[in-house]
């Protein structure tokens, strides 16, 4: 409802503000260049984070101070505090990262924003900013057109950086001709008054802009011509930083558990240390002007002394807050709580795959690696189920013969009803996740993504055989044909053989286990097939079993077959960490079992 | 010098060239390693062996590990014959 007001809202001030004053229509314009910018600035930013940016992120992060030297030094490269949001919550949306370590990222990004004040004070200002964003606008749109992927990065940074600069200049140039008509600082209110009144316009203003970098970046450009005064300046400030915080809370109703805890962090943060910095507003100032004089700052150099007021405030909510972070964790995990709860006999739903992952490739791809083996969870459920063991007894290192005896339960599991709630809506899921990810990938990154939604089909394929193959498992298990009945736990035992096989792949980093694994379950595949191995014929022509039995039994094995080769191919794809030729194929397991090509 | 030529050069001096084949080639070695030390307690294990059915798993284990090695050991050979190559 807001938003449907707020958007025509915004549009006749506007109008009329252009109306009233072509001044205003510069300074808006200046705004609106400004963000175009930092869009600009974000895009050429994402060219590069197709690996590097995460590498660094991932390793970099592991402890706290690291997590905000991170955040800080992200920021104040890319001077776009969003953008570092917007990368945080995607990794922890995509569960690269934790909770704690995004906290510290975020807290880090908020005092990396304040070197954007710094730099504006400090050079924006004093300089004609517009000589040097004209070369880098004409320099970046050519890289722009180029169709190698880093130029076109450093390209779109180039632009970015020239459209900001452009928009500063802008600003500036329309405050100094608004104050000749309008004097702004005429509307100045003193006081505690006049500090929440101009709070509640740094917040209205950065929720309009959606960025509070452009709104501390106007607040200067209005302070360096005398349009607003230094005192509501900072109140100014305090509202950005508040402000702030709801474009992050809106942003991240699209995103996962975690990443709506990410903005309740940043949201609680924000809020407190504004609180916080209200409550002790003449201490602060009065720090201001300490760190001021001992710098060197002029008494009359409200900008810079406004660049040094946000850095505080900003630093000091930090430390504040380091203490805080593990109950802070605590806390919004207490009280934002998922909304779809799973529970037995109910429909599992995806627990990775969402908008905020859909940001970069390579967060997409994890997102999608972490729900494979999640329908991987549900596959090895209902596989064992059907089998009718139990999946304690497969990731235990009980004897397979003792395995097998011990049955899951007397009745037949009904593997259609786990299907459609626990396996169907996830694979649609990620299927469909795929095909929207696949259009900002790379063609190696759709490679992995292709084999990702083999493993996925091979997955589901392997449950489906185990339905067929469950119908005679229960009759001839309990068979008085001894013959057939230790055919049918020979298939169960050889299956739950391969799937403890596949946990341990699953679960281990040892290179050297996994390829002798895989190898070893190849192997076994070929060798005991009845089939090919000649043990079928043998039951037949001793008439051992019935016809019917035959039959069944030569139609099951292809299944479980079937089922041992899709799970091995899943596994391959899905946790191998082999390198790519060392993996055997079947001319290799030809040769094995030929007993050739060996040392 | 052209661009392309100065590029070269640098990549060369830097040692960054082939930085896939030369990840390759460690990652394989490494596995080599591994799979030797596993080859040579197999061997002991199978002295030890004493019931049929485990010697039997153990020496198609064996065999298996063989092939491997000697998998990578080709795999290890190529990739030295190519750098070699481009080295000329």
Not at chain 1, 43 to 64: A, H, M, P, W
Not at chain 1, 72 to 96: C, K, N, R
Not at chain 1, 455 to 460: I, W
Request: proline share 1%.
């Amino acid at each position: 409802m807001l938003r449907r007001i707020l958007l025509p809202t915004i549009l006749v001030l506007l109008g009329y503000g252009f109306w009233v004053s072509p001044d205003f229509k510069e300074i808006a314009a200046g705004v609106s260049i400004f963000l175009f910018g930092m869009l600009t600035l974000e895009e050429g930013f994402k060219v590069f984070s197709g690996g590097t940016l995460e590498k660094i992120l991932q390793k970099s992060t592991d402890k706290l101070y690291k997590s905000i030297s991170f955040g800080f030094v992200a920021t104040a490269i890319m001077q776009s505090s969003s953008l570092v949001s917007v990368l945080t919550i995607s990794f922890i949306g995509a569960g690269l990262i934790g909770l704690t370590q995004g906290i510290g990222i975020i807290l880090g990004a908020n005092i990396g924003t304040t070197t954007g004040a710094w730099l504006m004070a400090g050079f924006g200002l004093k300089v004609k900013i517009s000589a040097y964003a004209m070369p880098m606008l004409a320099f970046g749109v050519i890289l722009i057109f180029q169709k190698a992927k880093s130029l076109k990065g450093v390209g779109f940074i180039l632009a970015g950086l020239g459209f900001l600069f452009l928009g500063i200049h802008y600003m500036k140039d329309g405050f100094e001709a608004f104050k000749a008509t309008v004097d702004l600082a005429s509307f100045a209110v003193d006081g505690f008054k006049g500090l929440l009144i101009f709070i509640g316009v740094g917040i209205l203003a950065t929720v309009v802009m959606q960025s509070s970098h452009a709104t501390i970046v106007l607040i200067l450009a209005a302070l360096s011509v005398g349009q607003i005064t230094y005192e509501n300046a900072l109140a100014l400030t305090i509202g950005a930083n508040i402000g702030t915080t709801i474009t992050a809370v809106i942003g991240s109703l699209s995103s996962n558990i975690d990443g709506k805890r990410l903005a309740g962090a940043h949201f609680v943060f924000n809020v407190v240390t504004a609180l916080v910095a209200i409550a002790i507003m003449d201490q602060i100032m009065y720090v201001v002007e300490v760190i001021s004089e001992s710098i060197g700052i002029a008494n009359d150099n409200h900008t810079l002394k406004l660049a040094v007021f946000d850095s505080l405030f900003k630093v000091m909510g930090v430390v504040l807050f380091i203490p805080f972070i593990n109950k802070l964790v605590t806390f919004l995990t207490k009280t934002i709580k998922p909304t779809k709860t799973r529970l037995d006999g109910e429909y599992d739903n995806v627990r990775y795959l969402n908008d905020s992952v859909l940001e970069l490739p390579s967060t997409s791809l994890a997102a999608i690696i972490l729900e494979t083996r999640h329908l991987y969870d549900n596959s090895f459920e209902i596989i064992t189920h059907g089998l009718n063991i139990k999946r304690s007894n497969i990731i235990s290192s009980m004897p397979l013969d003792e395995v097998v005896k011990d049955l899951y339960s007397e009745h037949a599991v009904d593997i259609d009803e786990f299907y459609n709630k626990r396996i169907k809506g996830i694979y649609g899921e990620i299927i469909d996740f795929s095909t929207k990810s696949q259009s900002q990938m790379s063609p190696e990154d759709i490679e992995v993504l292709y084999k990702l939604k083999l493993a996925n089909r091979d997955m589901v394929e392997a449950v489906k055989d185990t339905k067929q193959l469950q119908k005679n498992l229960l009759k001839y298990s309990n068979c008085t044909n001894h013959h057939i009945k230790e055919q049918y736990d020979k298939i169960r035992k050889d299956l739950a053989g391969l799937l403890r096989d596949i946990n341990i792949i699953a679960t281990t980093n040892e290179d050297d286990v996994i390829l002798l694994l895989l190898s070893k379950a190849k192997v076994h595949t070929e060798k005991y097939d009845i089939l090919a191995n000649g043990t079928l014929d043998n039951l037949i022509r001793k008439g051992l079993v019935t016809n019917e039995m035959a039959t069944s039994l030569m139609n099951d094995s292809a299944y479980a077959y079937d089922i041992s080769k899709n799970l091995i191919d899943m596994a391959e794809i899905t946790f191998s960490t082999v390198n790519e030729e060392m993996l055997m194929d079947s001319d290799d397991v030809k040769s094995i079992l030929d007993k050739k090509d060996i040392a | 010098m052209s661009f392309k030529k100065f590029l070269k050069s640098v990549i060369t001096s830097l040692e960054l060239g082939d930085y896939k084949v030369e990840g390759k080639k460690k990652a394989i070695k490494d596995l080599l390693k591994k799979l030797n030390r596993r080859k040579q307690n197999l061997k002991k294990s199978l002295e030890k062996a004493s019931e049929k059915k485990q010697q039997k798993e153990l020496k198609e284990e064996l065999e298996i590990l063989s092939f491997e090695i000697k998998k990578g050991k080709k795999i290890l050979y190529k990739l030295y014959a190519k750098n070699k190559k481009k080295d000329k």
